[in-house]
């Protein structure tokens, strides 16, 4: 079943940063107001015109559903992780974490890779972080 879960909760993300940008103006529903006349779509004429607030409130109802539906217990494992600094649990969906990427020089058969190592943190514990020796923060 974890695998099953699994893939629901990326689909789930995977719907949210679309109704994140559509809430942003890049909205591609052919109901909404955007487009003047919606019977010249069928001639593949698209007059565009400013981002309109008719579809708004159907996708702040659809960001609140997709919302409560990833709170489940079944996607805390993957939708929360502890912080590196504080050992408290990160929201990955939330804005208020950051992502701290350090790299170093590896040899790998002769030649020259780059190694590199994530930190999700909190944005209050950015400032507390440690450069590991040999490491440089990107």
Same mark, same amino acid.
């Given at each position: $079943? ?5 893939? +629901? =909760?990326? /689909?789930?993300? +995977?719907?949210? +940063? +679309? ?11 052919? &109901?909404? &107001?955007?487009?003047?006349?919606? &019977? ?12 309109? =607030?008719?579809? $708004? ?6 960001? !609140? ?5 990833? *709170?489940?217990?079944? /996607?805390?494992?993957?939708? =929360? ?9 990160? &929201? ?22 780059? !190694? $590199? ?9 950015? *400032? ?10 990107n």
């Open positions: $079943m974890s695998q099953k879960d699994k893939e +629901e =909760y990326y /689909f789930l993300t +995977e719907k949210l +940063e +679309e109704v994140d940008w559509a809430l942003n103006g890049s909205c591609n529903d052919i &109901d909404c &107001d955007k487009y003047m006349y919606k &019977d010249l779509l069928k001639k593949k004429y698209k007059p565009v015109l400013k981002h309109s =607030y008719s579809c $708004m409130k159907k996708l702040r109802v659809e960001k !609140e559903t997709i919302l409560r539906l990833l *709170s489940q217990k079944k /996607f805390g494992k993957y939708r =929360y992780e502890k912080c590196k600094i504080c050992k408290k649990f990160i &929201d990955k969906l939330n804005n208020k974490n950051a992502l701290l990427s350090f790299t170093r020089e590896a040899r790998f058969k002769g030649k020259t890779c780059y !190694e $590199m190592k994530i930190l999700r943190i909190h944005r209050k514990c950015q *400032s507390k972080v440690k450069i590991p020796s040999g490491w440089k923060k």
